[in-house]
């Protein structure tokens, strides 16, 4: 996809997983400002292309493989890490949002490939 739709800047045409995404993003810009966040913010905003790209291709083509899969959990644990690394919070809060993040990842995946 050389250009991408004018759909996927439209606040209103947003599908709820890109909403979700572009919240979660605002979210982490209000913590403040750092290297760490501004990475994290940035891998949001990849996730939020990726489900945008799956929306704006012919519906059925969507194919869910293991690689979606390993990567839900590896951007995950990254994330959480990251937060860990930045605020300090115990492991047990990070497992937590770790499984929060896998759980939401496992949704948008569940919305993307649903007809």
């Given at each position: 996809?050389?250009?991408?739709?004018?759909?996927?800047?439209?606040?209103?045409?947003?599908?709820?997983?890109?909403?979700?995404?572009?919240?979660?993003?605002?979210?982490?810009e209000?913590?403040?400002?750092?290297?760490?966040?501004?990475?994290?913010?940035?891998?949001?905003?990849?996730?939020?292309d990726?489900?945008?790209?799956?929306?704006?291709?012919?519906?059925?083509?969507?194919?869910?493989?293991?690689?979606?899969?390993?990567?839900?959990?590896?951007?995950?644990?990254?994330?959480?890490?990251?937060?860990?690394?930045?605020?300090?919070?115990?492991?047990?809060?990070?497992?937590?949002?770790?499984?929060?993040?896998?759980?939401?990842?496992?949704?948008?995946?569940?919305?993307?490939?649903?007809?």
């Amino acid at each position: 996809m050389a250009t991408p739709s004018r759909r996927r800047i439209d606040i209103q045409r947003l599908t709820p997983a890109e909403t979700a995404i572009r919240n979660a993003m605002l979210a982490v810009e209000d913590v403040g400002a750092d290297p760490l966040l501004t990475d994290a913010v940035n891998l949001l905003q990849q996730a939020r292309d990726k489900v945008a790209d799956y929306v704006d291709r012919e519906p059925g083509t969507a194919v869910v493989t293991q690689e979606i899969n390993v990567g839900i959990h590896y951007r995950a644990r990254g994330v959480a890490n990251m937060i860990q690394n930045i605020t300090s919070c115990s492991d047990g809060a990070t497992n937590i949002l770790i499984k929060a993040l896998i759980e939401f990842g496992e949704e948008i995946k569940r919305q993307a490939v649903e007809p």
